[in-house]
């Protein structure tokens, strides 16, 4: 470990930080539970339950995520924007796992790929505004399975916190089914070759050069939003073998852009644990308020601490990020800078829909790309909303979705997903941006 003296004084325990001191700070986006009493039961339950994930595995993951961060491999994050009680079963998580493995394949053409999927806990959600409403009805926002139901009735919009119980259930029988399936060869490259080939010849896509992944590629990590405060204290342990504390609900945890506030809650939360973390850098962040950040939550400029997830939109992307690329760079702190060209190119269809459009996504790593290429820095991820099931949330890809066939199939609760083509598709483009960018890096 570092022996910096301004990470040994920033150390938790030297802040007297603890898993519950973000509770002096100002939380945002927190659900209203109307029983307290019945909440403080489930957060006491939860913290007697066994943890979802290891420190260890927490850390392996960190230490493949410092070799991204050195400029050797590539992060892959993907999956749900929102986890569901009712889409929950095998053959979608299946899809979605394999989906994912087969992007990584794609991906790692020229660069091992670290693959950590927003899967197995990614299911409370921030929202604009705290109520919606119908006409004249007003009722709380769905915030989320884990807070309260999407129906848009009072009964279903009432926070019930029974439902983190559940949630940490479908997240073991997740963890369960990820970790037997990488027992079983389901991430051989031979069998994910072979899925590839049956999904591209439902199409008329043809994609070359995916060969072998990588060992490394083959494990999938978990993540998901560190939003919902009570549920994640509660599933935070020392670990005895190092001493510092870790989030056991996830191997990585992100900050989102709406609960990013140097003094809130959220960022106090994430600065005591010793996972690696994401934060999203949305249009608003200043490169100031971003260096705050990274003094805080990375005190020791550790490599795999920090992955930063520039979501800035396809039309803003070239402006903004070269100035918290130079910044960053300037500040010494060694991040990953990955691309999540979902969140900033989310439009409403004539029918009322949210969607994203495949050529605008892709443009958005198209000009991320350019900008580190033109930095001299790692374009060192992607960040994607994507299914493995044929759903029709976004618009165009090589089925040439369009607006009038998103109602088809749109099962999403919330943001638009990539659906099993789109993705892979999108891993194809996004490869040959990066290659492409290797190439004239090295020319
Ligand atoms: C998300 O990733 O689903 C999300 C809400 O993103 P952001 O915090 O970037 O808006
Ligand atoms: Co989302």
């Known amino acids: 470990m570092s022996a910096d003296p301004m990470a040994l004084a920033s150390s938790p325990d030297a802040r007297n930080w603890h898993p519950l001191s973000w509770t002096r700070r100002p939380v945002h986006q927190a659900p209203h539970y109307a029983d307290e009493r019945a909440h403080d039961a489930v957060i006491a339950e939860l913290s007697q339950l066994p943890p979802l994930v290891l420190a260890d ?36 998580l299946r899809d979605t796992a394999a989906t994912l493995l087969e992007m990584a394949l794609i991906l790692s053409r020229d660069q091992p790929v670290v693959t950590v999927g927003r899967i197995a806990g990614q299911f409370a959600k921030p929202r604009s505004s705290d109520v919606e409403r119908i006409g004249d009805v007003e009722l709380p926002s769905y915030r989320g399975d884990i807070v309260n139901g999407a129906a848009f009735d009072a009964q279903s919009r009432q926070p019930d916190p029974q439902r983190m119980l559940r949630a940490y259930q479908q997240s073991a029988i997740t963890l369960n089914l990820l970790r037997a399936l990488e027992q079983s060869g389901f991430a051989d490259a031979e069998s994910i070759a072979q899925r590839h080939a049956q999904l591209l010849a439902r199409s008329h896509l043809t994609l070359h050069g995916a060969r072998e992944l990588h060992p490394q590629s083959q494990r999938l990590y978990t993540s998901h939003e560190a939003l919902l405060l009570p549920y994640e204290s509660a599933l935070t342990r020392r670990d005895s073998r190092s001493g510092h504390w870790y989030a056991c609900s996830a191997h990585l945890l992100w900050i989102g852009d709406r609960t990013r506030q140097l003094d809130g809650a959220h960022v106090e939360f994430c600065s005591g644990i010793a996972n690696p973390l994401a934060i999203k850098c ?138 099993a083509l789109q993705a892979i598709e999108l891993a194809d483009r996004a490869a040959r941006l990066l290659q492409a960018d290797k190439l004239a890096c090295a020319a």
């Open 282 to 419: 949305g249009p608003s962040l200043s490169p100031d308020d971003l260096l705050r950040l990274l003094d805080r939550l990375d005190p020791g400029h550790e490599a795999g601490r920090i992955t930063l997830i520039a979501r800035l939109g396809a039309d803003h992307v070239q402006a903004r990020l070269p100035t918290l690329v130079r910044a960053v760079r300037a500040s010494g702190h060694p991040v990953i800078w990955s691309c999540d060209p979902m969140h900033g190119n989310t439009v409403t269809a004539e029918g009322g829909l949210k969607t994203r459009p495949f050529e605008r996504v892709v443009a958005e790593i198209s000009g991320f790309v350019a900008v580190h290429a033109a930095e001299g820095t790692h374009a060192g991820g992607l960040h994607l909303e994507m299914t493995g099931k044929d759903v029709t949330e976004c618009t165009g890809g090589s089925q040439a979705i369009d607006e009038s066939q998103l109602a088809l199939r749109y099962h999403s609760h919330c943001d638009p997903r990539l659906n």
């Open 57 to 92: 595995e927490s850390r392996a993951l960190k230490a493949q995520l410092a070799r991204v961060a050195r400029g050797e491999a590539r992060l892959l994050q993907g999956g749900d924007c929102a986890e569901s009680f009712a889409e929950f079963n095998a053959q979608s």
